[in-house]
């Protein structure tokens, strides 16, 4: 049985051409760039190469990059340097439907005696601009605002944010994690001091990522150790996963164009057909700037689990939200912050396409979907009468 994969906001796989490009690191160039020979030395120069590539793609500066293991610890580290860089603020401004790992780590500051403001959103999933206004005061040490979300892929107005915290002198990040590679971005124009990135969201390997901070910054490690990616993070390079990042950096440079048409005509195909053939179903944030590839659609009088559960027998692959929320009993914080219905909400499944997805796929999932819907709907229309 073949495998259709449609989890790509959860991980996507590894580009055959960033495989081509590891190889030679994995097997005959082993050494530690931090080396005195020059074995070892040279590879600095490739994990530089690498780093040139990753700036490209946000417009930033090479010497604005910081290699790190994958996003939460890009996202744990951009906060934890804002609030040390002035500790006389106490504030932090998130919104309501962020990743767990900005959520969950701002509750751990709220333990420590920080405050925090949770931006709520609109049914469609849209920030109120006015309300984080009102927000902003002179104890905020830091905005952290996703460019787009990872469950609806609902986009936000980063630059119009990054504008006014810029205005009050308040440090900015966002969590592009889901956003890199599918939308244009360029840090300067977003007015961002702080983006991370997580290469395997975007066809590199698990366990890289990147925290882009503004040149000039104040800028606290996480990491204390040795001297590597010039002081700013401790800890021998990942030399063959940096060079994957940069190369699928560079791909997604090169297919930007085709998430906004072929990828996105696909998604549109995917959800005209099966709005025609389902009834009680909608798309969460239809009606909002989303990203291309994610689509997130809420069957009624459905069970989320049940129905993933049947989608995997035929070898269709979709999520019912966050990956690193994955075996939690609790809704979706991201559904149930725009207020979508508790039927709905445990009737949501995300699925999330990638420049590998083909128009026969999605057939597929058109053919069979609806006939699941039915079955489950029947069911559990015969044990609510039998109860």
Same mark, same amino acid.
């Given at each position: 049985?073949?495998?259709?994969?449609?989890?790509?906001?959860?991980?996507?796989?590894?580009?055959?051409?960033?495989?081509?490009?590891?190889?030679?690191?994995?097997?005959?160039?082993?050494?530690? $760039?931090?080396?005195?020979?020059?074995?070892?030395?040279?590879?600095? #120069?490739?994990?530089?190469?690498?780093?040139?590539?990753?700036?490209?793609?946000?417009?930033?500066?090479?010497?604005?990059?910081?290699?790190?293991?994958?996003?939460?610890?890009?996202?744990?580290?951009?906060?934890?340097?804002?609030?040390?860089?002035?500790?006389?603020?106490?504030?932090?401004?998130?919104?309501?439907?962020?990743?767990?790992?900005?959520?969950?780590?701002?509750?751990?500051?709220?333990?420590?005696?920080?405050?925090?403001?949770?931006?709520?959103?609109?049914?469609?999933?849209? &920030?109120?601009?006015?309300?984080?206004?009102?927000?902003?005061?002179?104890?905020?040490?830091?905005? =952290?605002?996703?460019?787009?979300?990872?469950?609806? /892929?609902?986009?936000?107005?980063?630059?119009?944010?990054?504008?006014?915290?810029?205005?009050?002198?308040?440090?900015?990040?966002?969590?592009?994690?889901?956003?890199?590679?599918?939308?244009?971005?360029?840090?300067?124009?977003?007015?961002?001091?702080?983006?991370?990135? =997580? /290469?395997?969201?975007?066809?590199?390997?698990?366990?890289?990522?990147? &925290? #882009?901070?503004?040149?000039?910054?104040?800028?606290? $490690?996480?990491?204390?150790?040795?001297?590597?990616?010039?002081?700013?993070?401790?800890?021998?390079?990942?030399?063959?996963?940096?060079?994957?990042?940069?190369?699928?950096?560079? &791909?997604?440079?090169?297919?930007?164009?085709?998430?906004?048409?072929?990828?996105?005509?696909?998604?549109?195909?995917?959800?005209?057909?099966?709005?025609?053939?389902?009834?009680?179903?909608?798309?969460?944030? #239809?009606?909002?700037?989303?990203? =291309?590839?994610? =689509?997130?659609?809420?069957?009624?009088?459905?069970?989320?689990?049940?129905?993933?559960?049947?989608?995997?027998?035929?070898?269709?692959?979709?999520?019912?939200?966050?990956?690193?929320?994955? /075996?939690?009993?609790?809704?979706?914080?991201?559904?149930?912050?725009?207020?979508?219905?508790?039927?709905?909400?445990?009737?949501?499944?995300?699925?999330?396409?990638?420049? #590998?997805?083909?128009?026969?796929?999605?057939?597929?999932?058109?053919?069979?979907? $609806?006939?699941?819907?039915?079955? &489950?709907?029947?069911?559990?229309?015969?044990?609510?009468?039998?109860?």
């Amino acid at each position: 049985m073949k495998t259709i994969y449609l989890d790509n906001n959860a991980t996507t796989a590894i580009s055959p051409d960033v495989l081509n490009e590891m190889l030679p690191y994995l097997k005959d160039l082993y050494g530690n $760039p931090s080396s005195g020979h020059s074995f070892g030395r040279n590879l600095y #120069y490739i994990i530089e190469q690498a780093r040139e590539k990753v700036a490209y793609l946000i417009g930033a500066e090479p010497e604005e990059i910081i290699f790190t293991s994958c996003g939460t610890e890009s996202d744990n580290t951009a906060i934890a340097s804002a609030i040390q860089s002035d500790e006389n603020k106490r504030h932090i401004i998130t919104t309501q439907v962020e990743h767990p790992a900005i959520l969950n780590y701002v509750k751990h500051l709220e333990r420590k005696g920080y405050t925090s403001t949770y931006l709520p959103v609109d049914g469609a999933g849209k &920030l109120n601009i006015d309300a984080f206004m009102n927000t902003l005061d002179d104890d905020t040490a830091i905005v =952290s605002i996703m460019v787009a979300n990872n469950e609806t /892929g609902v986009i936000f107005p980063i630059a119009e944010i990054g504008a006014m915290c810029r205005e009050r002198g308040i440090l900015f990040h966002t969590d592009a994690v889901q956003a890199a590679g599918k939308v244009p971005m360029d840090v300067q124009k977003l007015g961002v001091d702080m983006l991370s990135i =997580s /290469g395997h969201k975007l066809h590199a390997p698990k366990g890289i990522g990147v &925290l #882009y901070v503004r040149k000039g910054s104040k800028y606290f $490690p996480y990491f204390i150790g040795g001297h590597q990616e010039y002081g700013h993070r401790a800890g021998t390079e990942n030399l063959t996963s940096i060079v994957a990042l940069g190369k699928a950096c560079e &791909l997604a440079l090169e297919n930007i164009a085709y998430e906004h048409t072929s990828i996105a005509g696909l998604r549109d195909l995917l959800e005209l057909n099966l709005k025609n053939k389902c009834s009680d179903i909608f798309i969460n944030g #239809y009606d909002s700037e989303r990203l =291309s590839n994610t =689509s997130n659609i809420s069957f009624s009088h459905v069970d989320s689990e049940a129905l993933l559960h049947r989608l995997d027998t035929y070898g269709i692959c979709a999520s019912a939200g966050s990956a690193c929320s994955s /075996g939690s009993s609790e809704p979706s914080h991201v559904l149930r912050a725009m207020g979508v219905p508790d039927d709905a909400i445990h009737g949501s499944i995300r699925f999330s396409l990638s420049r #590998y997805t083909t128009v026969e796929e999605v057939n597929t999932v058109i053919e069979i979907l $609806p006939g699941i819907i039915n079955k &489950l709907r029947a069911g559990s229309l015969v044990g609510s009468v039998q109860s």
